[in-house]
C-alpha cells in the first residue's frame, strides 16, 4: 500500500503518544510526554488549535458524546477536562495518587471515569469538580483501561490482574470476570455497538467476549510477543498491532494481514482510528503521529 500514508506530523520533539480522533472524525488529537496537545484539521492536516495544562506525559484522551468536550488523563496524577473553543480546562480532576491512564465517559456525558495505577478507579462529576468522586477499589494495582457500557450503570476494567472485571455501579461491586490474560489484561475495548469487547494478555493474545453473558467467543495469538499496544476498529473487525519499528493491521477472526507499515523507530506507541474505521493514527518515539488511509 505504498500511498496509504497521508498524513506525517511532527507533532513533538520528543515521544508524541496519546492520539485520538473525535467523534465526528473532523478533528485529531495528540499529546507528548509533556503537557501539550495539538489538533489537527483532518480535511488539511494542519495544526488548528494547542491545549496546555499538565506537565507530564498525557496518556489518554477521550471524548464525551458531544464532540466537543474531551478529557486528557495524565501521569501528573490529574485529569483535565476541556471544550474546544476553552483557553484553560473547565475541570482539573485531582484525587488520584499515582499515574492516570484510562478514561470513559458515561453515555450521557455526565460523568467521567478513570483508571490509575493506584489500585482504585473512579467516577467524576466534571460539572462540580470539587465533589468527591466515587472510588471502586480493584484488586489489582495497575488500572489500565475503564469502559461504560451504554447503561451507564456498569464498567469494565482491565489492568495489572489475570481477568478483566465488570462492574455494577449502583452496588459497587464486581458482577462477572474475564479471566485467563498470562500475569495481565493490558488492553480492553469495546466494539462500537459494544455487544463484544476485546482484551489482550500480557503475551500477546487477544480475546473477544460477549457483553450479553461475558463468555469468552475466541482468542487469537496474533503473532506478537507483548506488542506495545493493540486497537480495535470500531466495528471490531480489524485490530491495528503496534511493535517495534511496523504497524500491522489484521482482519479479524481471520487474522489476515490487511496492511503493514514499516518504520525505523523502535518506539511505536498509541493508535487511534477514525469514526468510519478507514484512518488509523499512530504516534511513535520520534515525536510525529502518522495517518494511513486503509480504504
Same mark, same amino acid.
Given at each position: 500500500m505504498p500511498d496509504a500514508l497521508i498524513a506525517e506530523l511532527d507533532a513533538f520533539e520528543g515521544h508524541a503518544y496519546a492520539v485520538s480522533f473525535s467523534p465526528d472524525g473532523k478533528r485529531l488529537l495528540v499529546g507528548g510526554f509533556g503537557g501539550l496537545i495539538r489538533v489537527y484539521d483532518t480535511t488539511s492536516w494542519q495544526e488548528?488549535?494547542? @491545549?496546555?495544562?499538565h506537565d507530564k506525559s498525557t496518556n489518554h484522551i477521550e471524548f464525551a458524546p458531544d464532540n466537543d468536550t474531551f478529557a486528557v488523563s495524565s501521569s501528573d496524577r490529574t485529569i483535565s477536562v476541556w471544550k474546544s473553543d476553552d483557553t484553560e480546562p473547565s475541570a482539573i480532576l485531582k484525587g488520584h495518587r499515582n499515574t492516570v491512564m484510562g478514561l470513559s465517559w458515561s453515555p450521557d456525558g455526565s460523568c467521567l471515569a478513570s483508571a490509575a495505577t493506584d489500585t482504585t478507579i473512579r467516577i467524576w462529576d466534571p460539572a462540580n469538580p470539587d465533589t468527591k468522586p466515587t472510588s471502586l477499589k480493584a484488586p489489582y494495582r495497575i488500572g489500565a483501561q475503564v469502559e461504560y457500557m451504554?447503561?451507564?450503570?456498569?464498567?469494565?476494567?482491565?489492568?495489572?490482574?489475570?481477568?478483566? =472485571? /465488570? !462492574? $455494577?455501579? %449502583?452496588? +459497587? #461491586? /464486581?458482577?462477572?470476570?474475564?479471566?485467563?490474560?498470562?500475569?495481565? *489484561?493490558?488492553?480492553?475495548?469495546?466494539?462500537?455497538?459494544?455487544?463484544?469487547?476485546?482484551?489482550?494478555? @500480557?503475551?500477546?493474545?487477544?480475546?473477544?467476549?460477549?457483553? $450479553?453473558? !461475558? $463468555?469468552?467467543? %475466541?482468542?487469537?495469538?496474533?503473532?506478537?510477543?507483548?506488542?506495545? $499496544?493493540? &486497537?480495535?476498529?470500531?466495528?471490531? &473487525?480489524?485490530?491495528?498491532?503496534?511493535? #517495534?519499528?511496523?504497524?500491522? /493491521?489484521?482482519? =479479524?477472526?481471520?487474522? #489476515?494481514?490487511?496492511? %503493514?507499515?514499516? =518504520?525505523?523507530?523502535?518506539?511505536?506507541?498509541?493508535?487511534? @482510528?477514525?469514526?468510519? +474505521?478507514?484512518?488509523?493514527?499512530? &504516534? *511513535?518515539?520520534? +515525536?510525529?503521529?502518522?495517518?494511513w488511509n486503509l480504504a
Open positions: 488548528v488549535a494547542q @491545549f496546555v495544562h451504554p447503561d451507564g450503570e456498569t464498567l469494565i476494567t482491565a489492568g495489572g490482574g489475570d481477568e478483566a =472485571l /465488570v !462492574w $455494577s455501579l %449502583e452496588s +459497587g #461491586e /464486581v458482577i462477572a470476570q474475564m479471566p485467563g490474560h498470562d500475569k495481565s *489484561a493490558r488492553a480492553m475495548q469495546l466494539t462500537a455497538d459494544a455487544s463484544r469487547v476485546m482484551t489482550q494478555d @500480557f503475551g500477546g493474545a487477544i480475546h473477544m467476549w460477549s457483553t $450479553s453473558d !461475558w $463468555s469468552l467467543i %475466541e482468542s487469537h495469538d496474533i503473532g506478537s510477543k507483548a506488542p506495545r $499496544s493493540v &486497537t480495535l476498529s470500531p466495528d471490531g &473487525t480489524r485490530l491495528a498491532v503496534m511493535e #517495534e519499528k511496523r504497524v500491522r /493491521v489484521l482482519a =479479524l477472526p481471520s487474522l #489476515e494481514s490487511v496492511a %503493514e507499515y514499516p =518504520l525505523s523507530i523502535k518506539g511505536v506507541h498509541l493508535a487511534s @482510528f477514525n469514526p468510519g +474505521g478507514n484512518l488509523l493514527a499512530v &504516534t *511513535a518515539a520520534d +515525536g510525529k503521529a502518522r495517518v
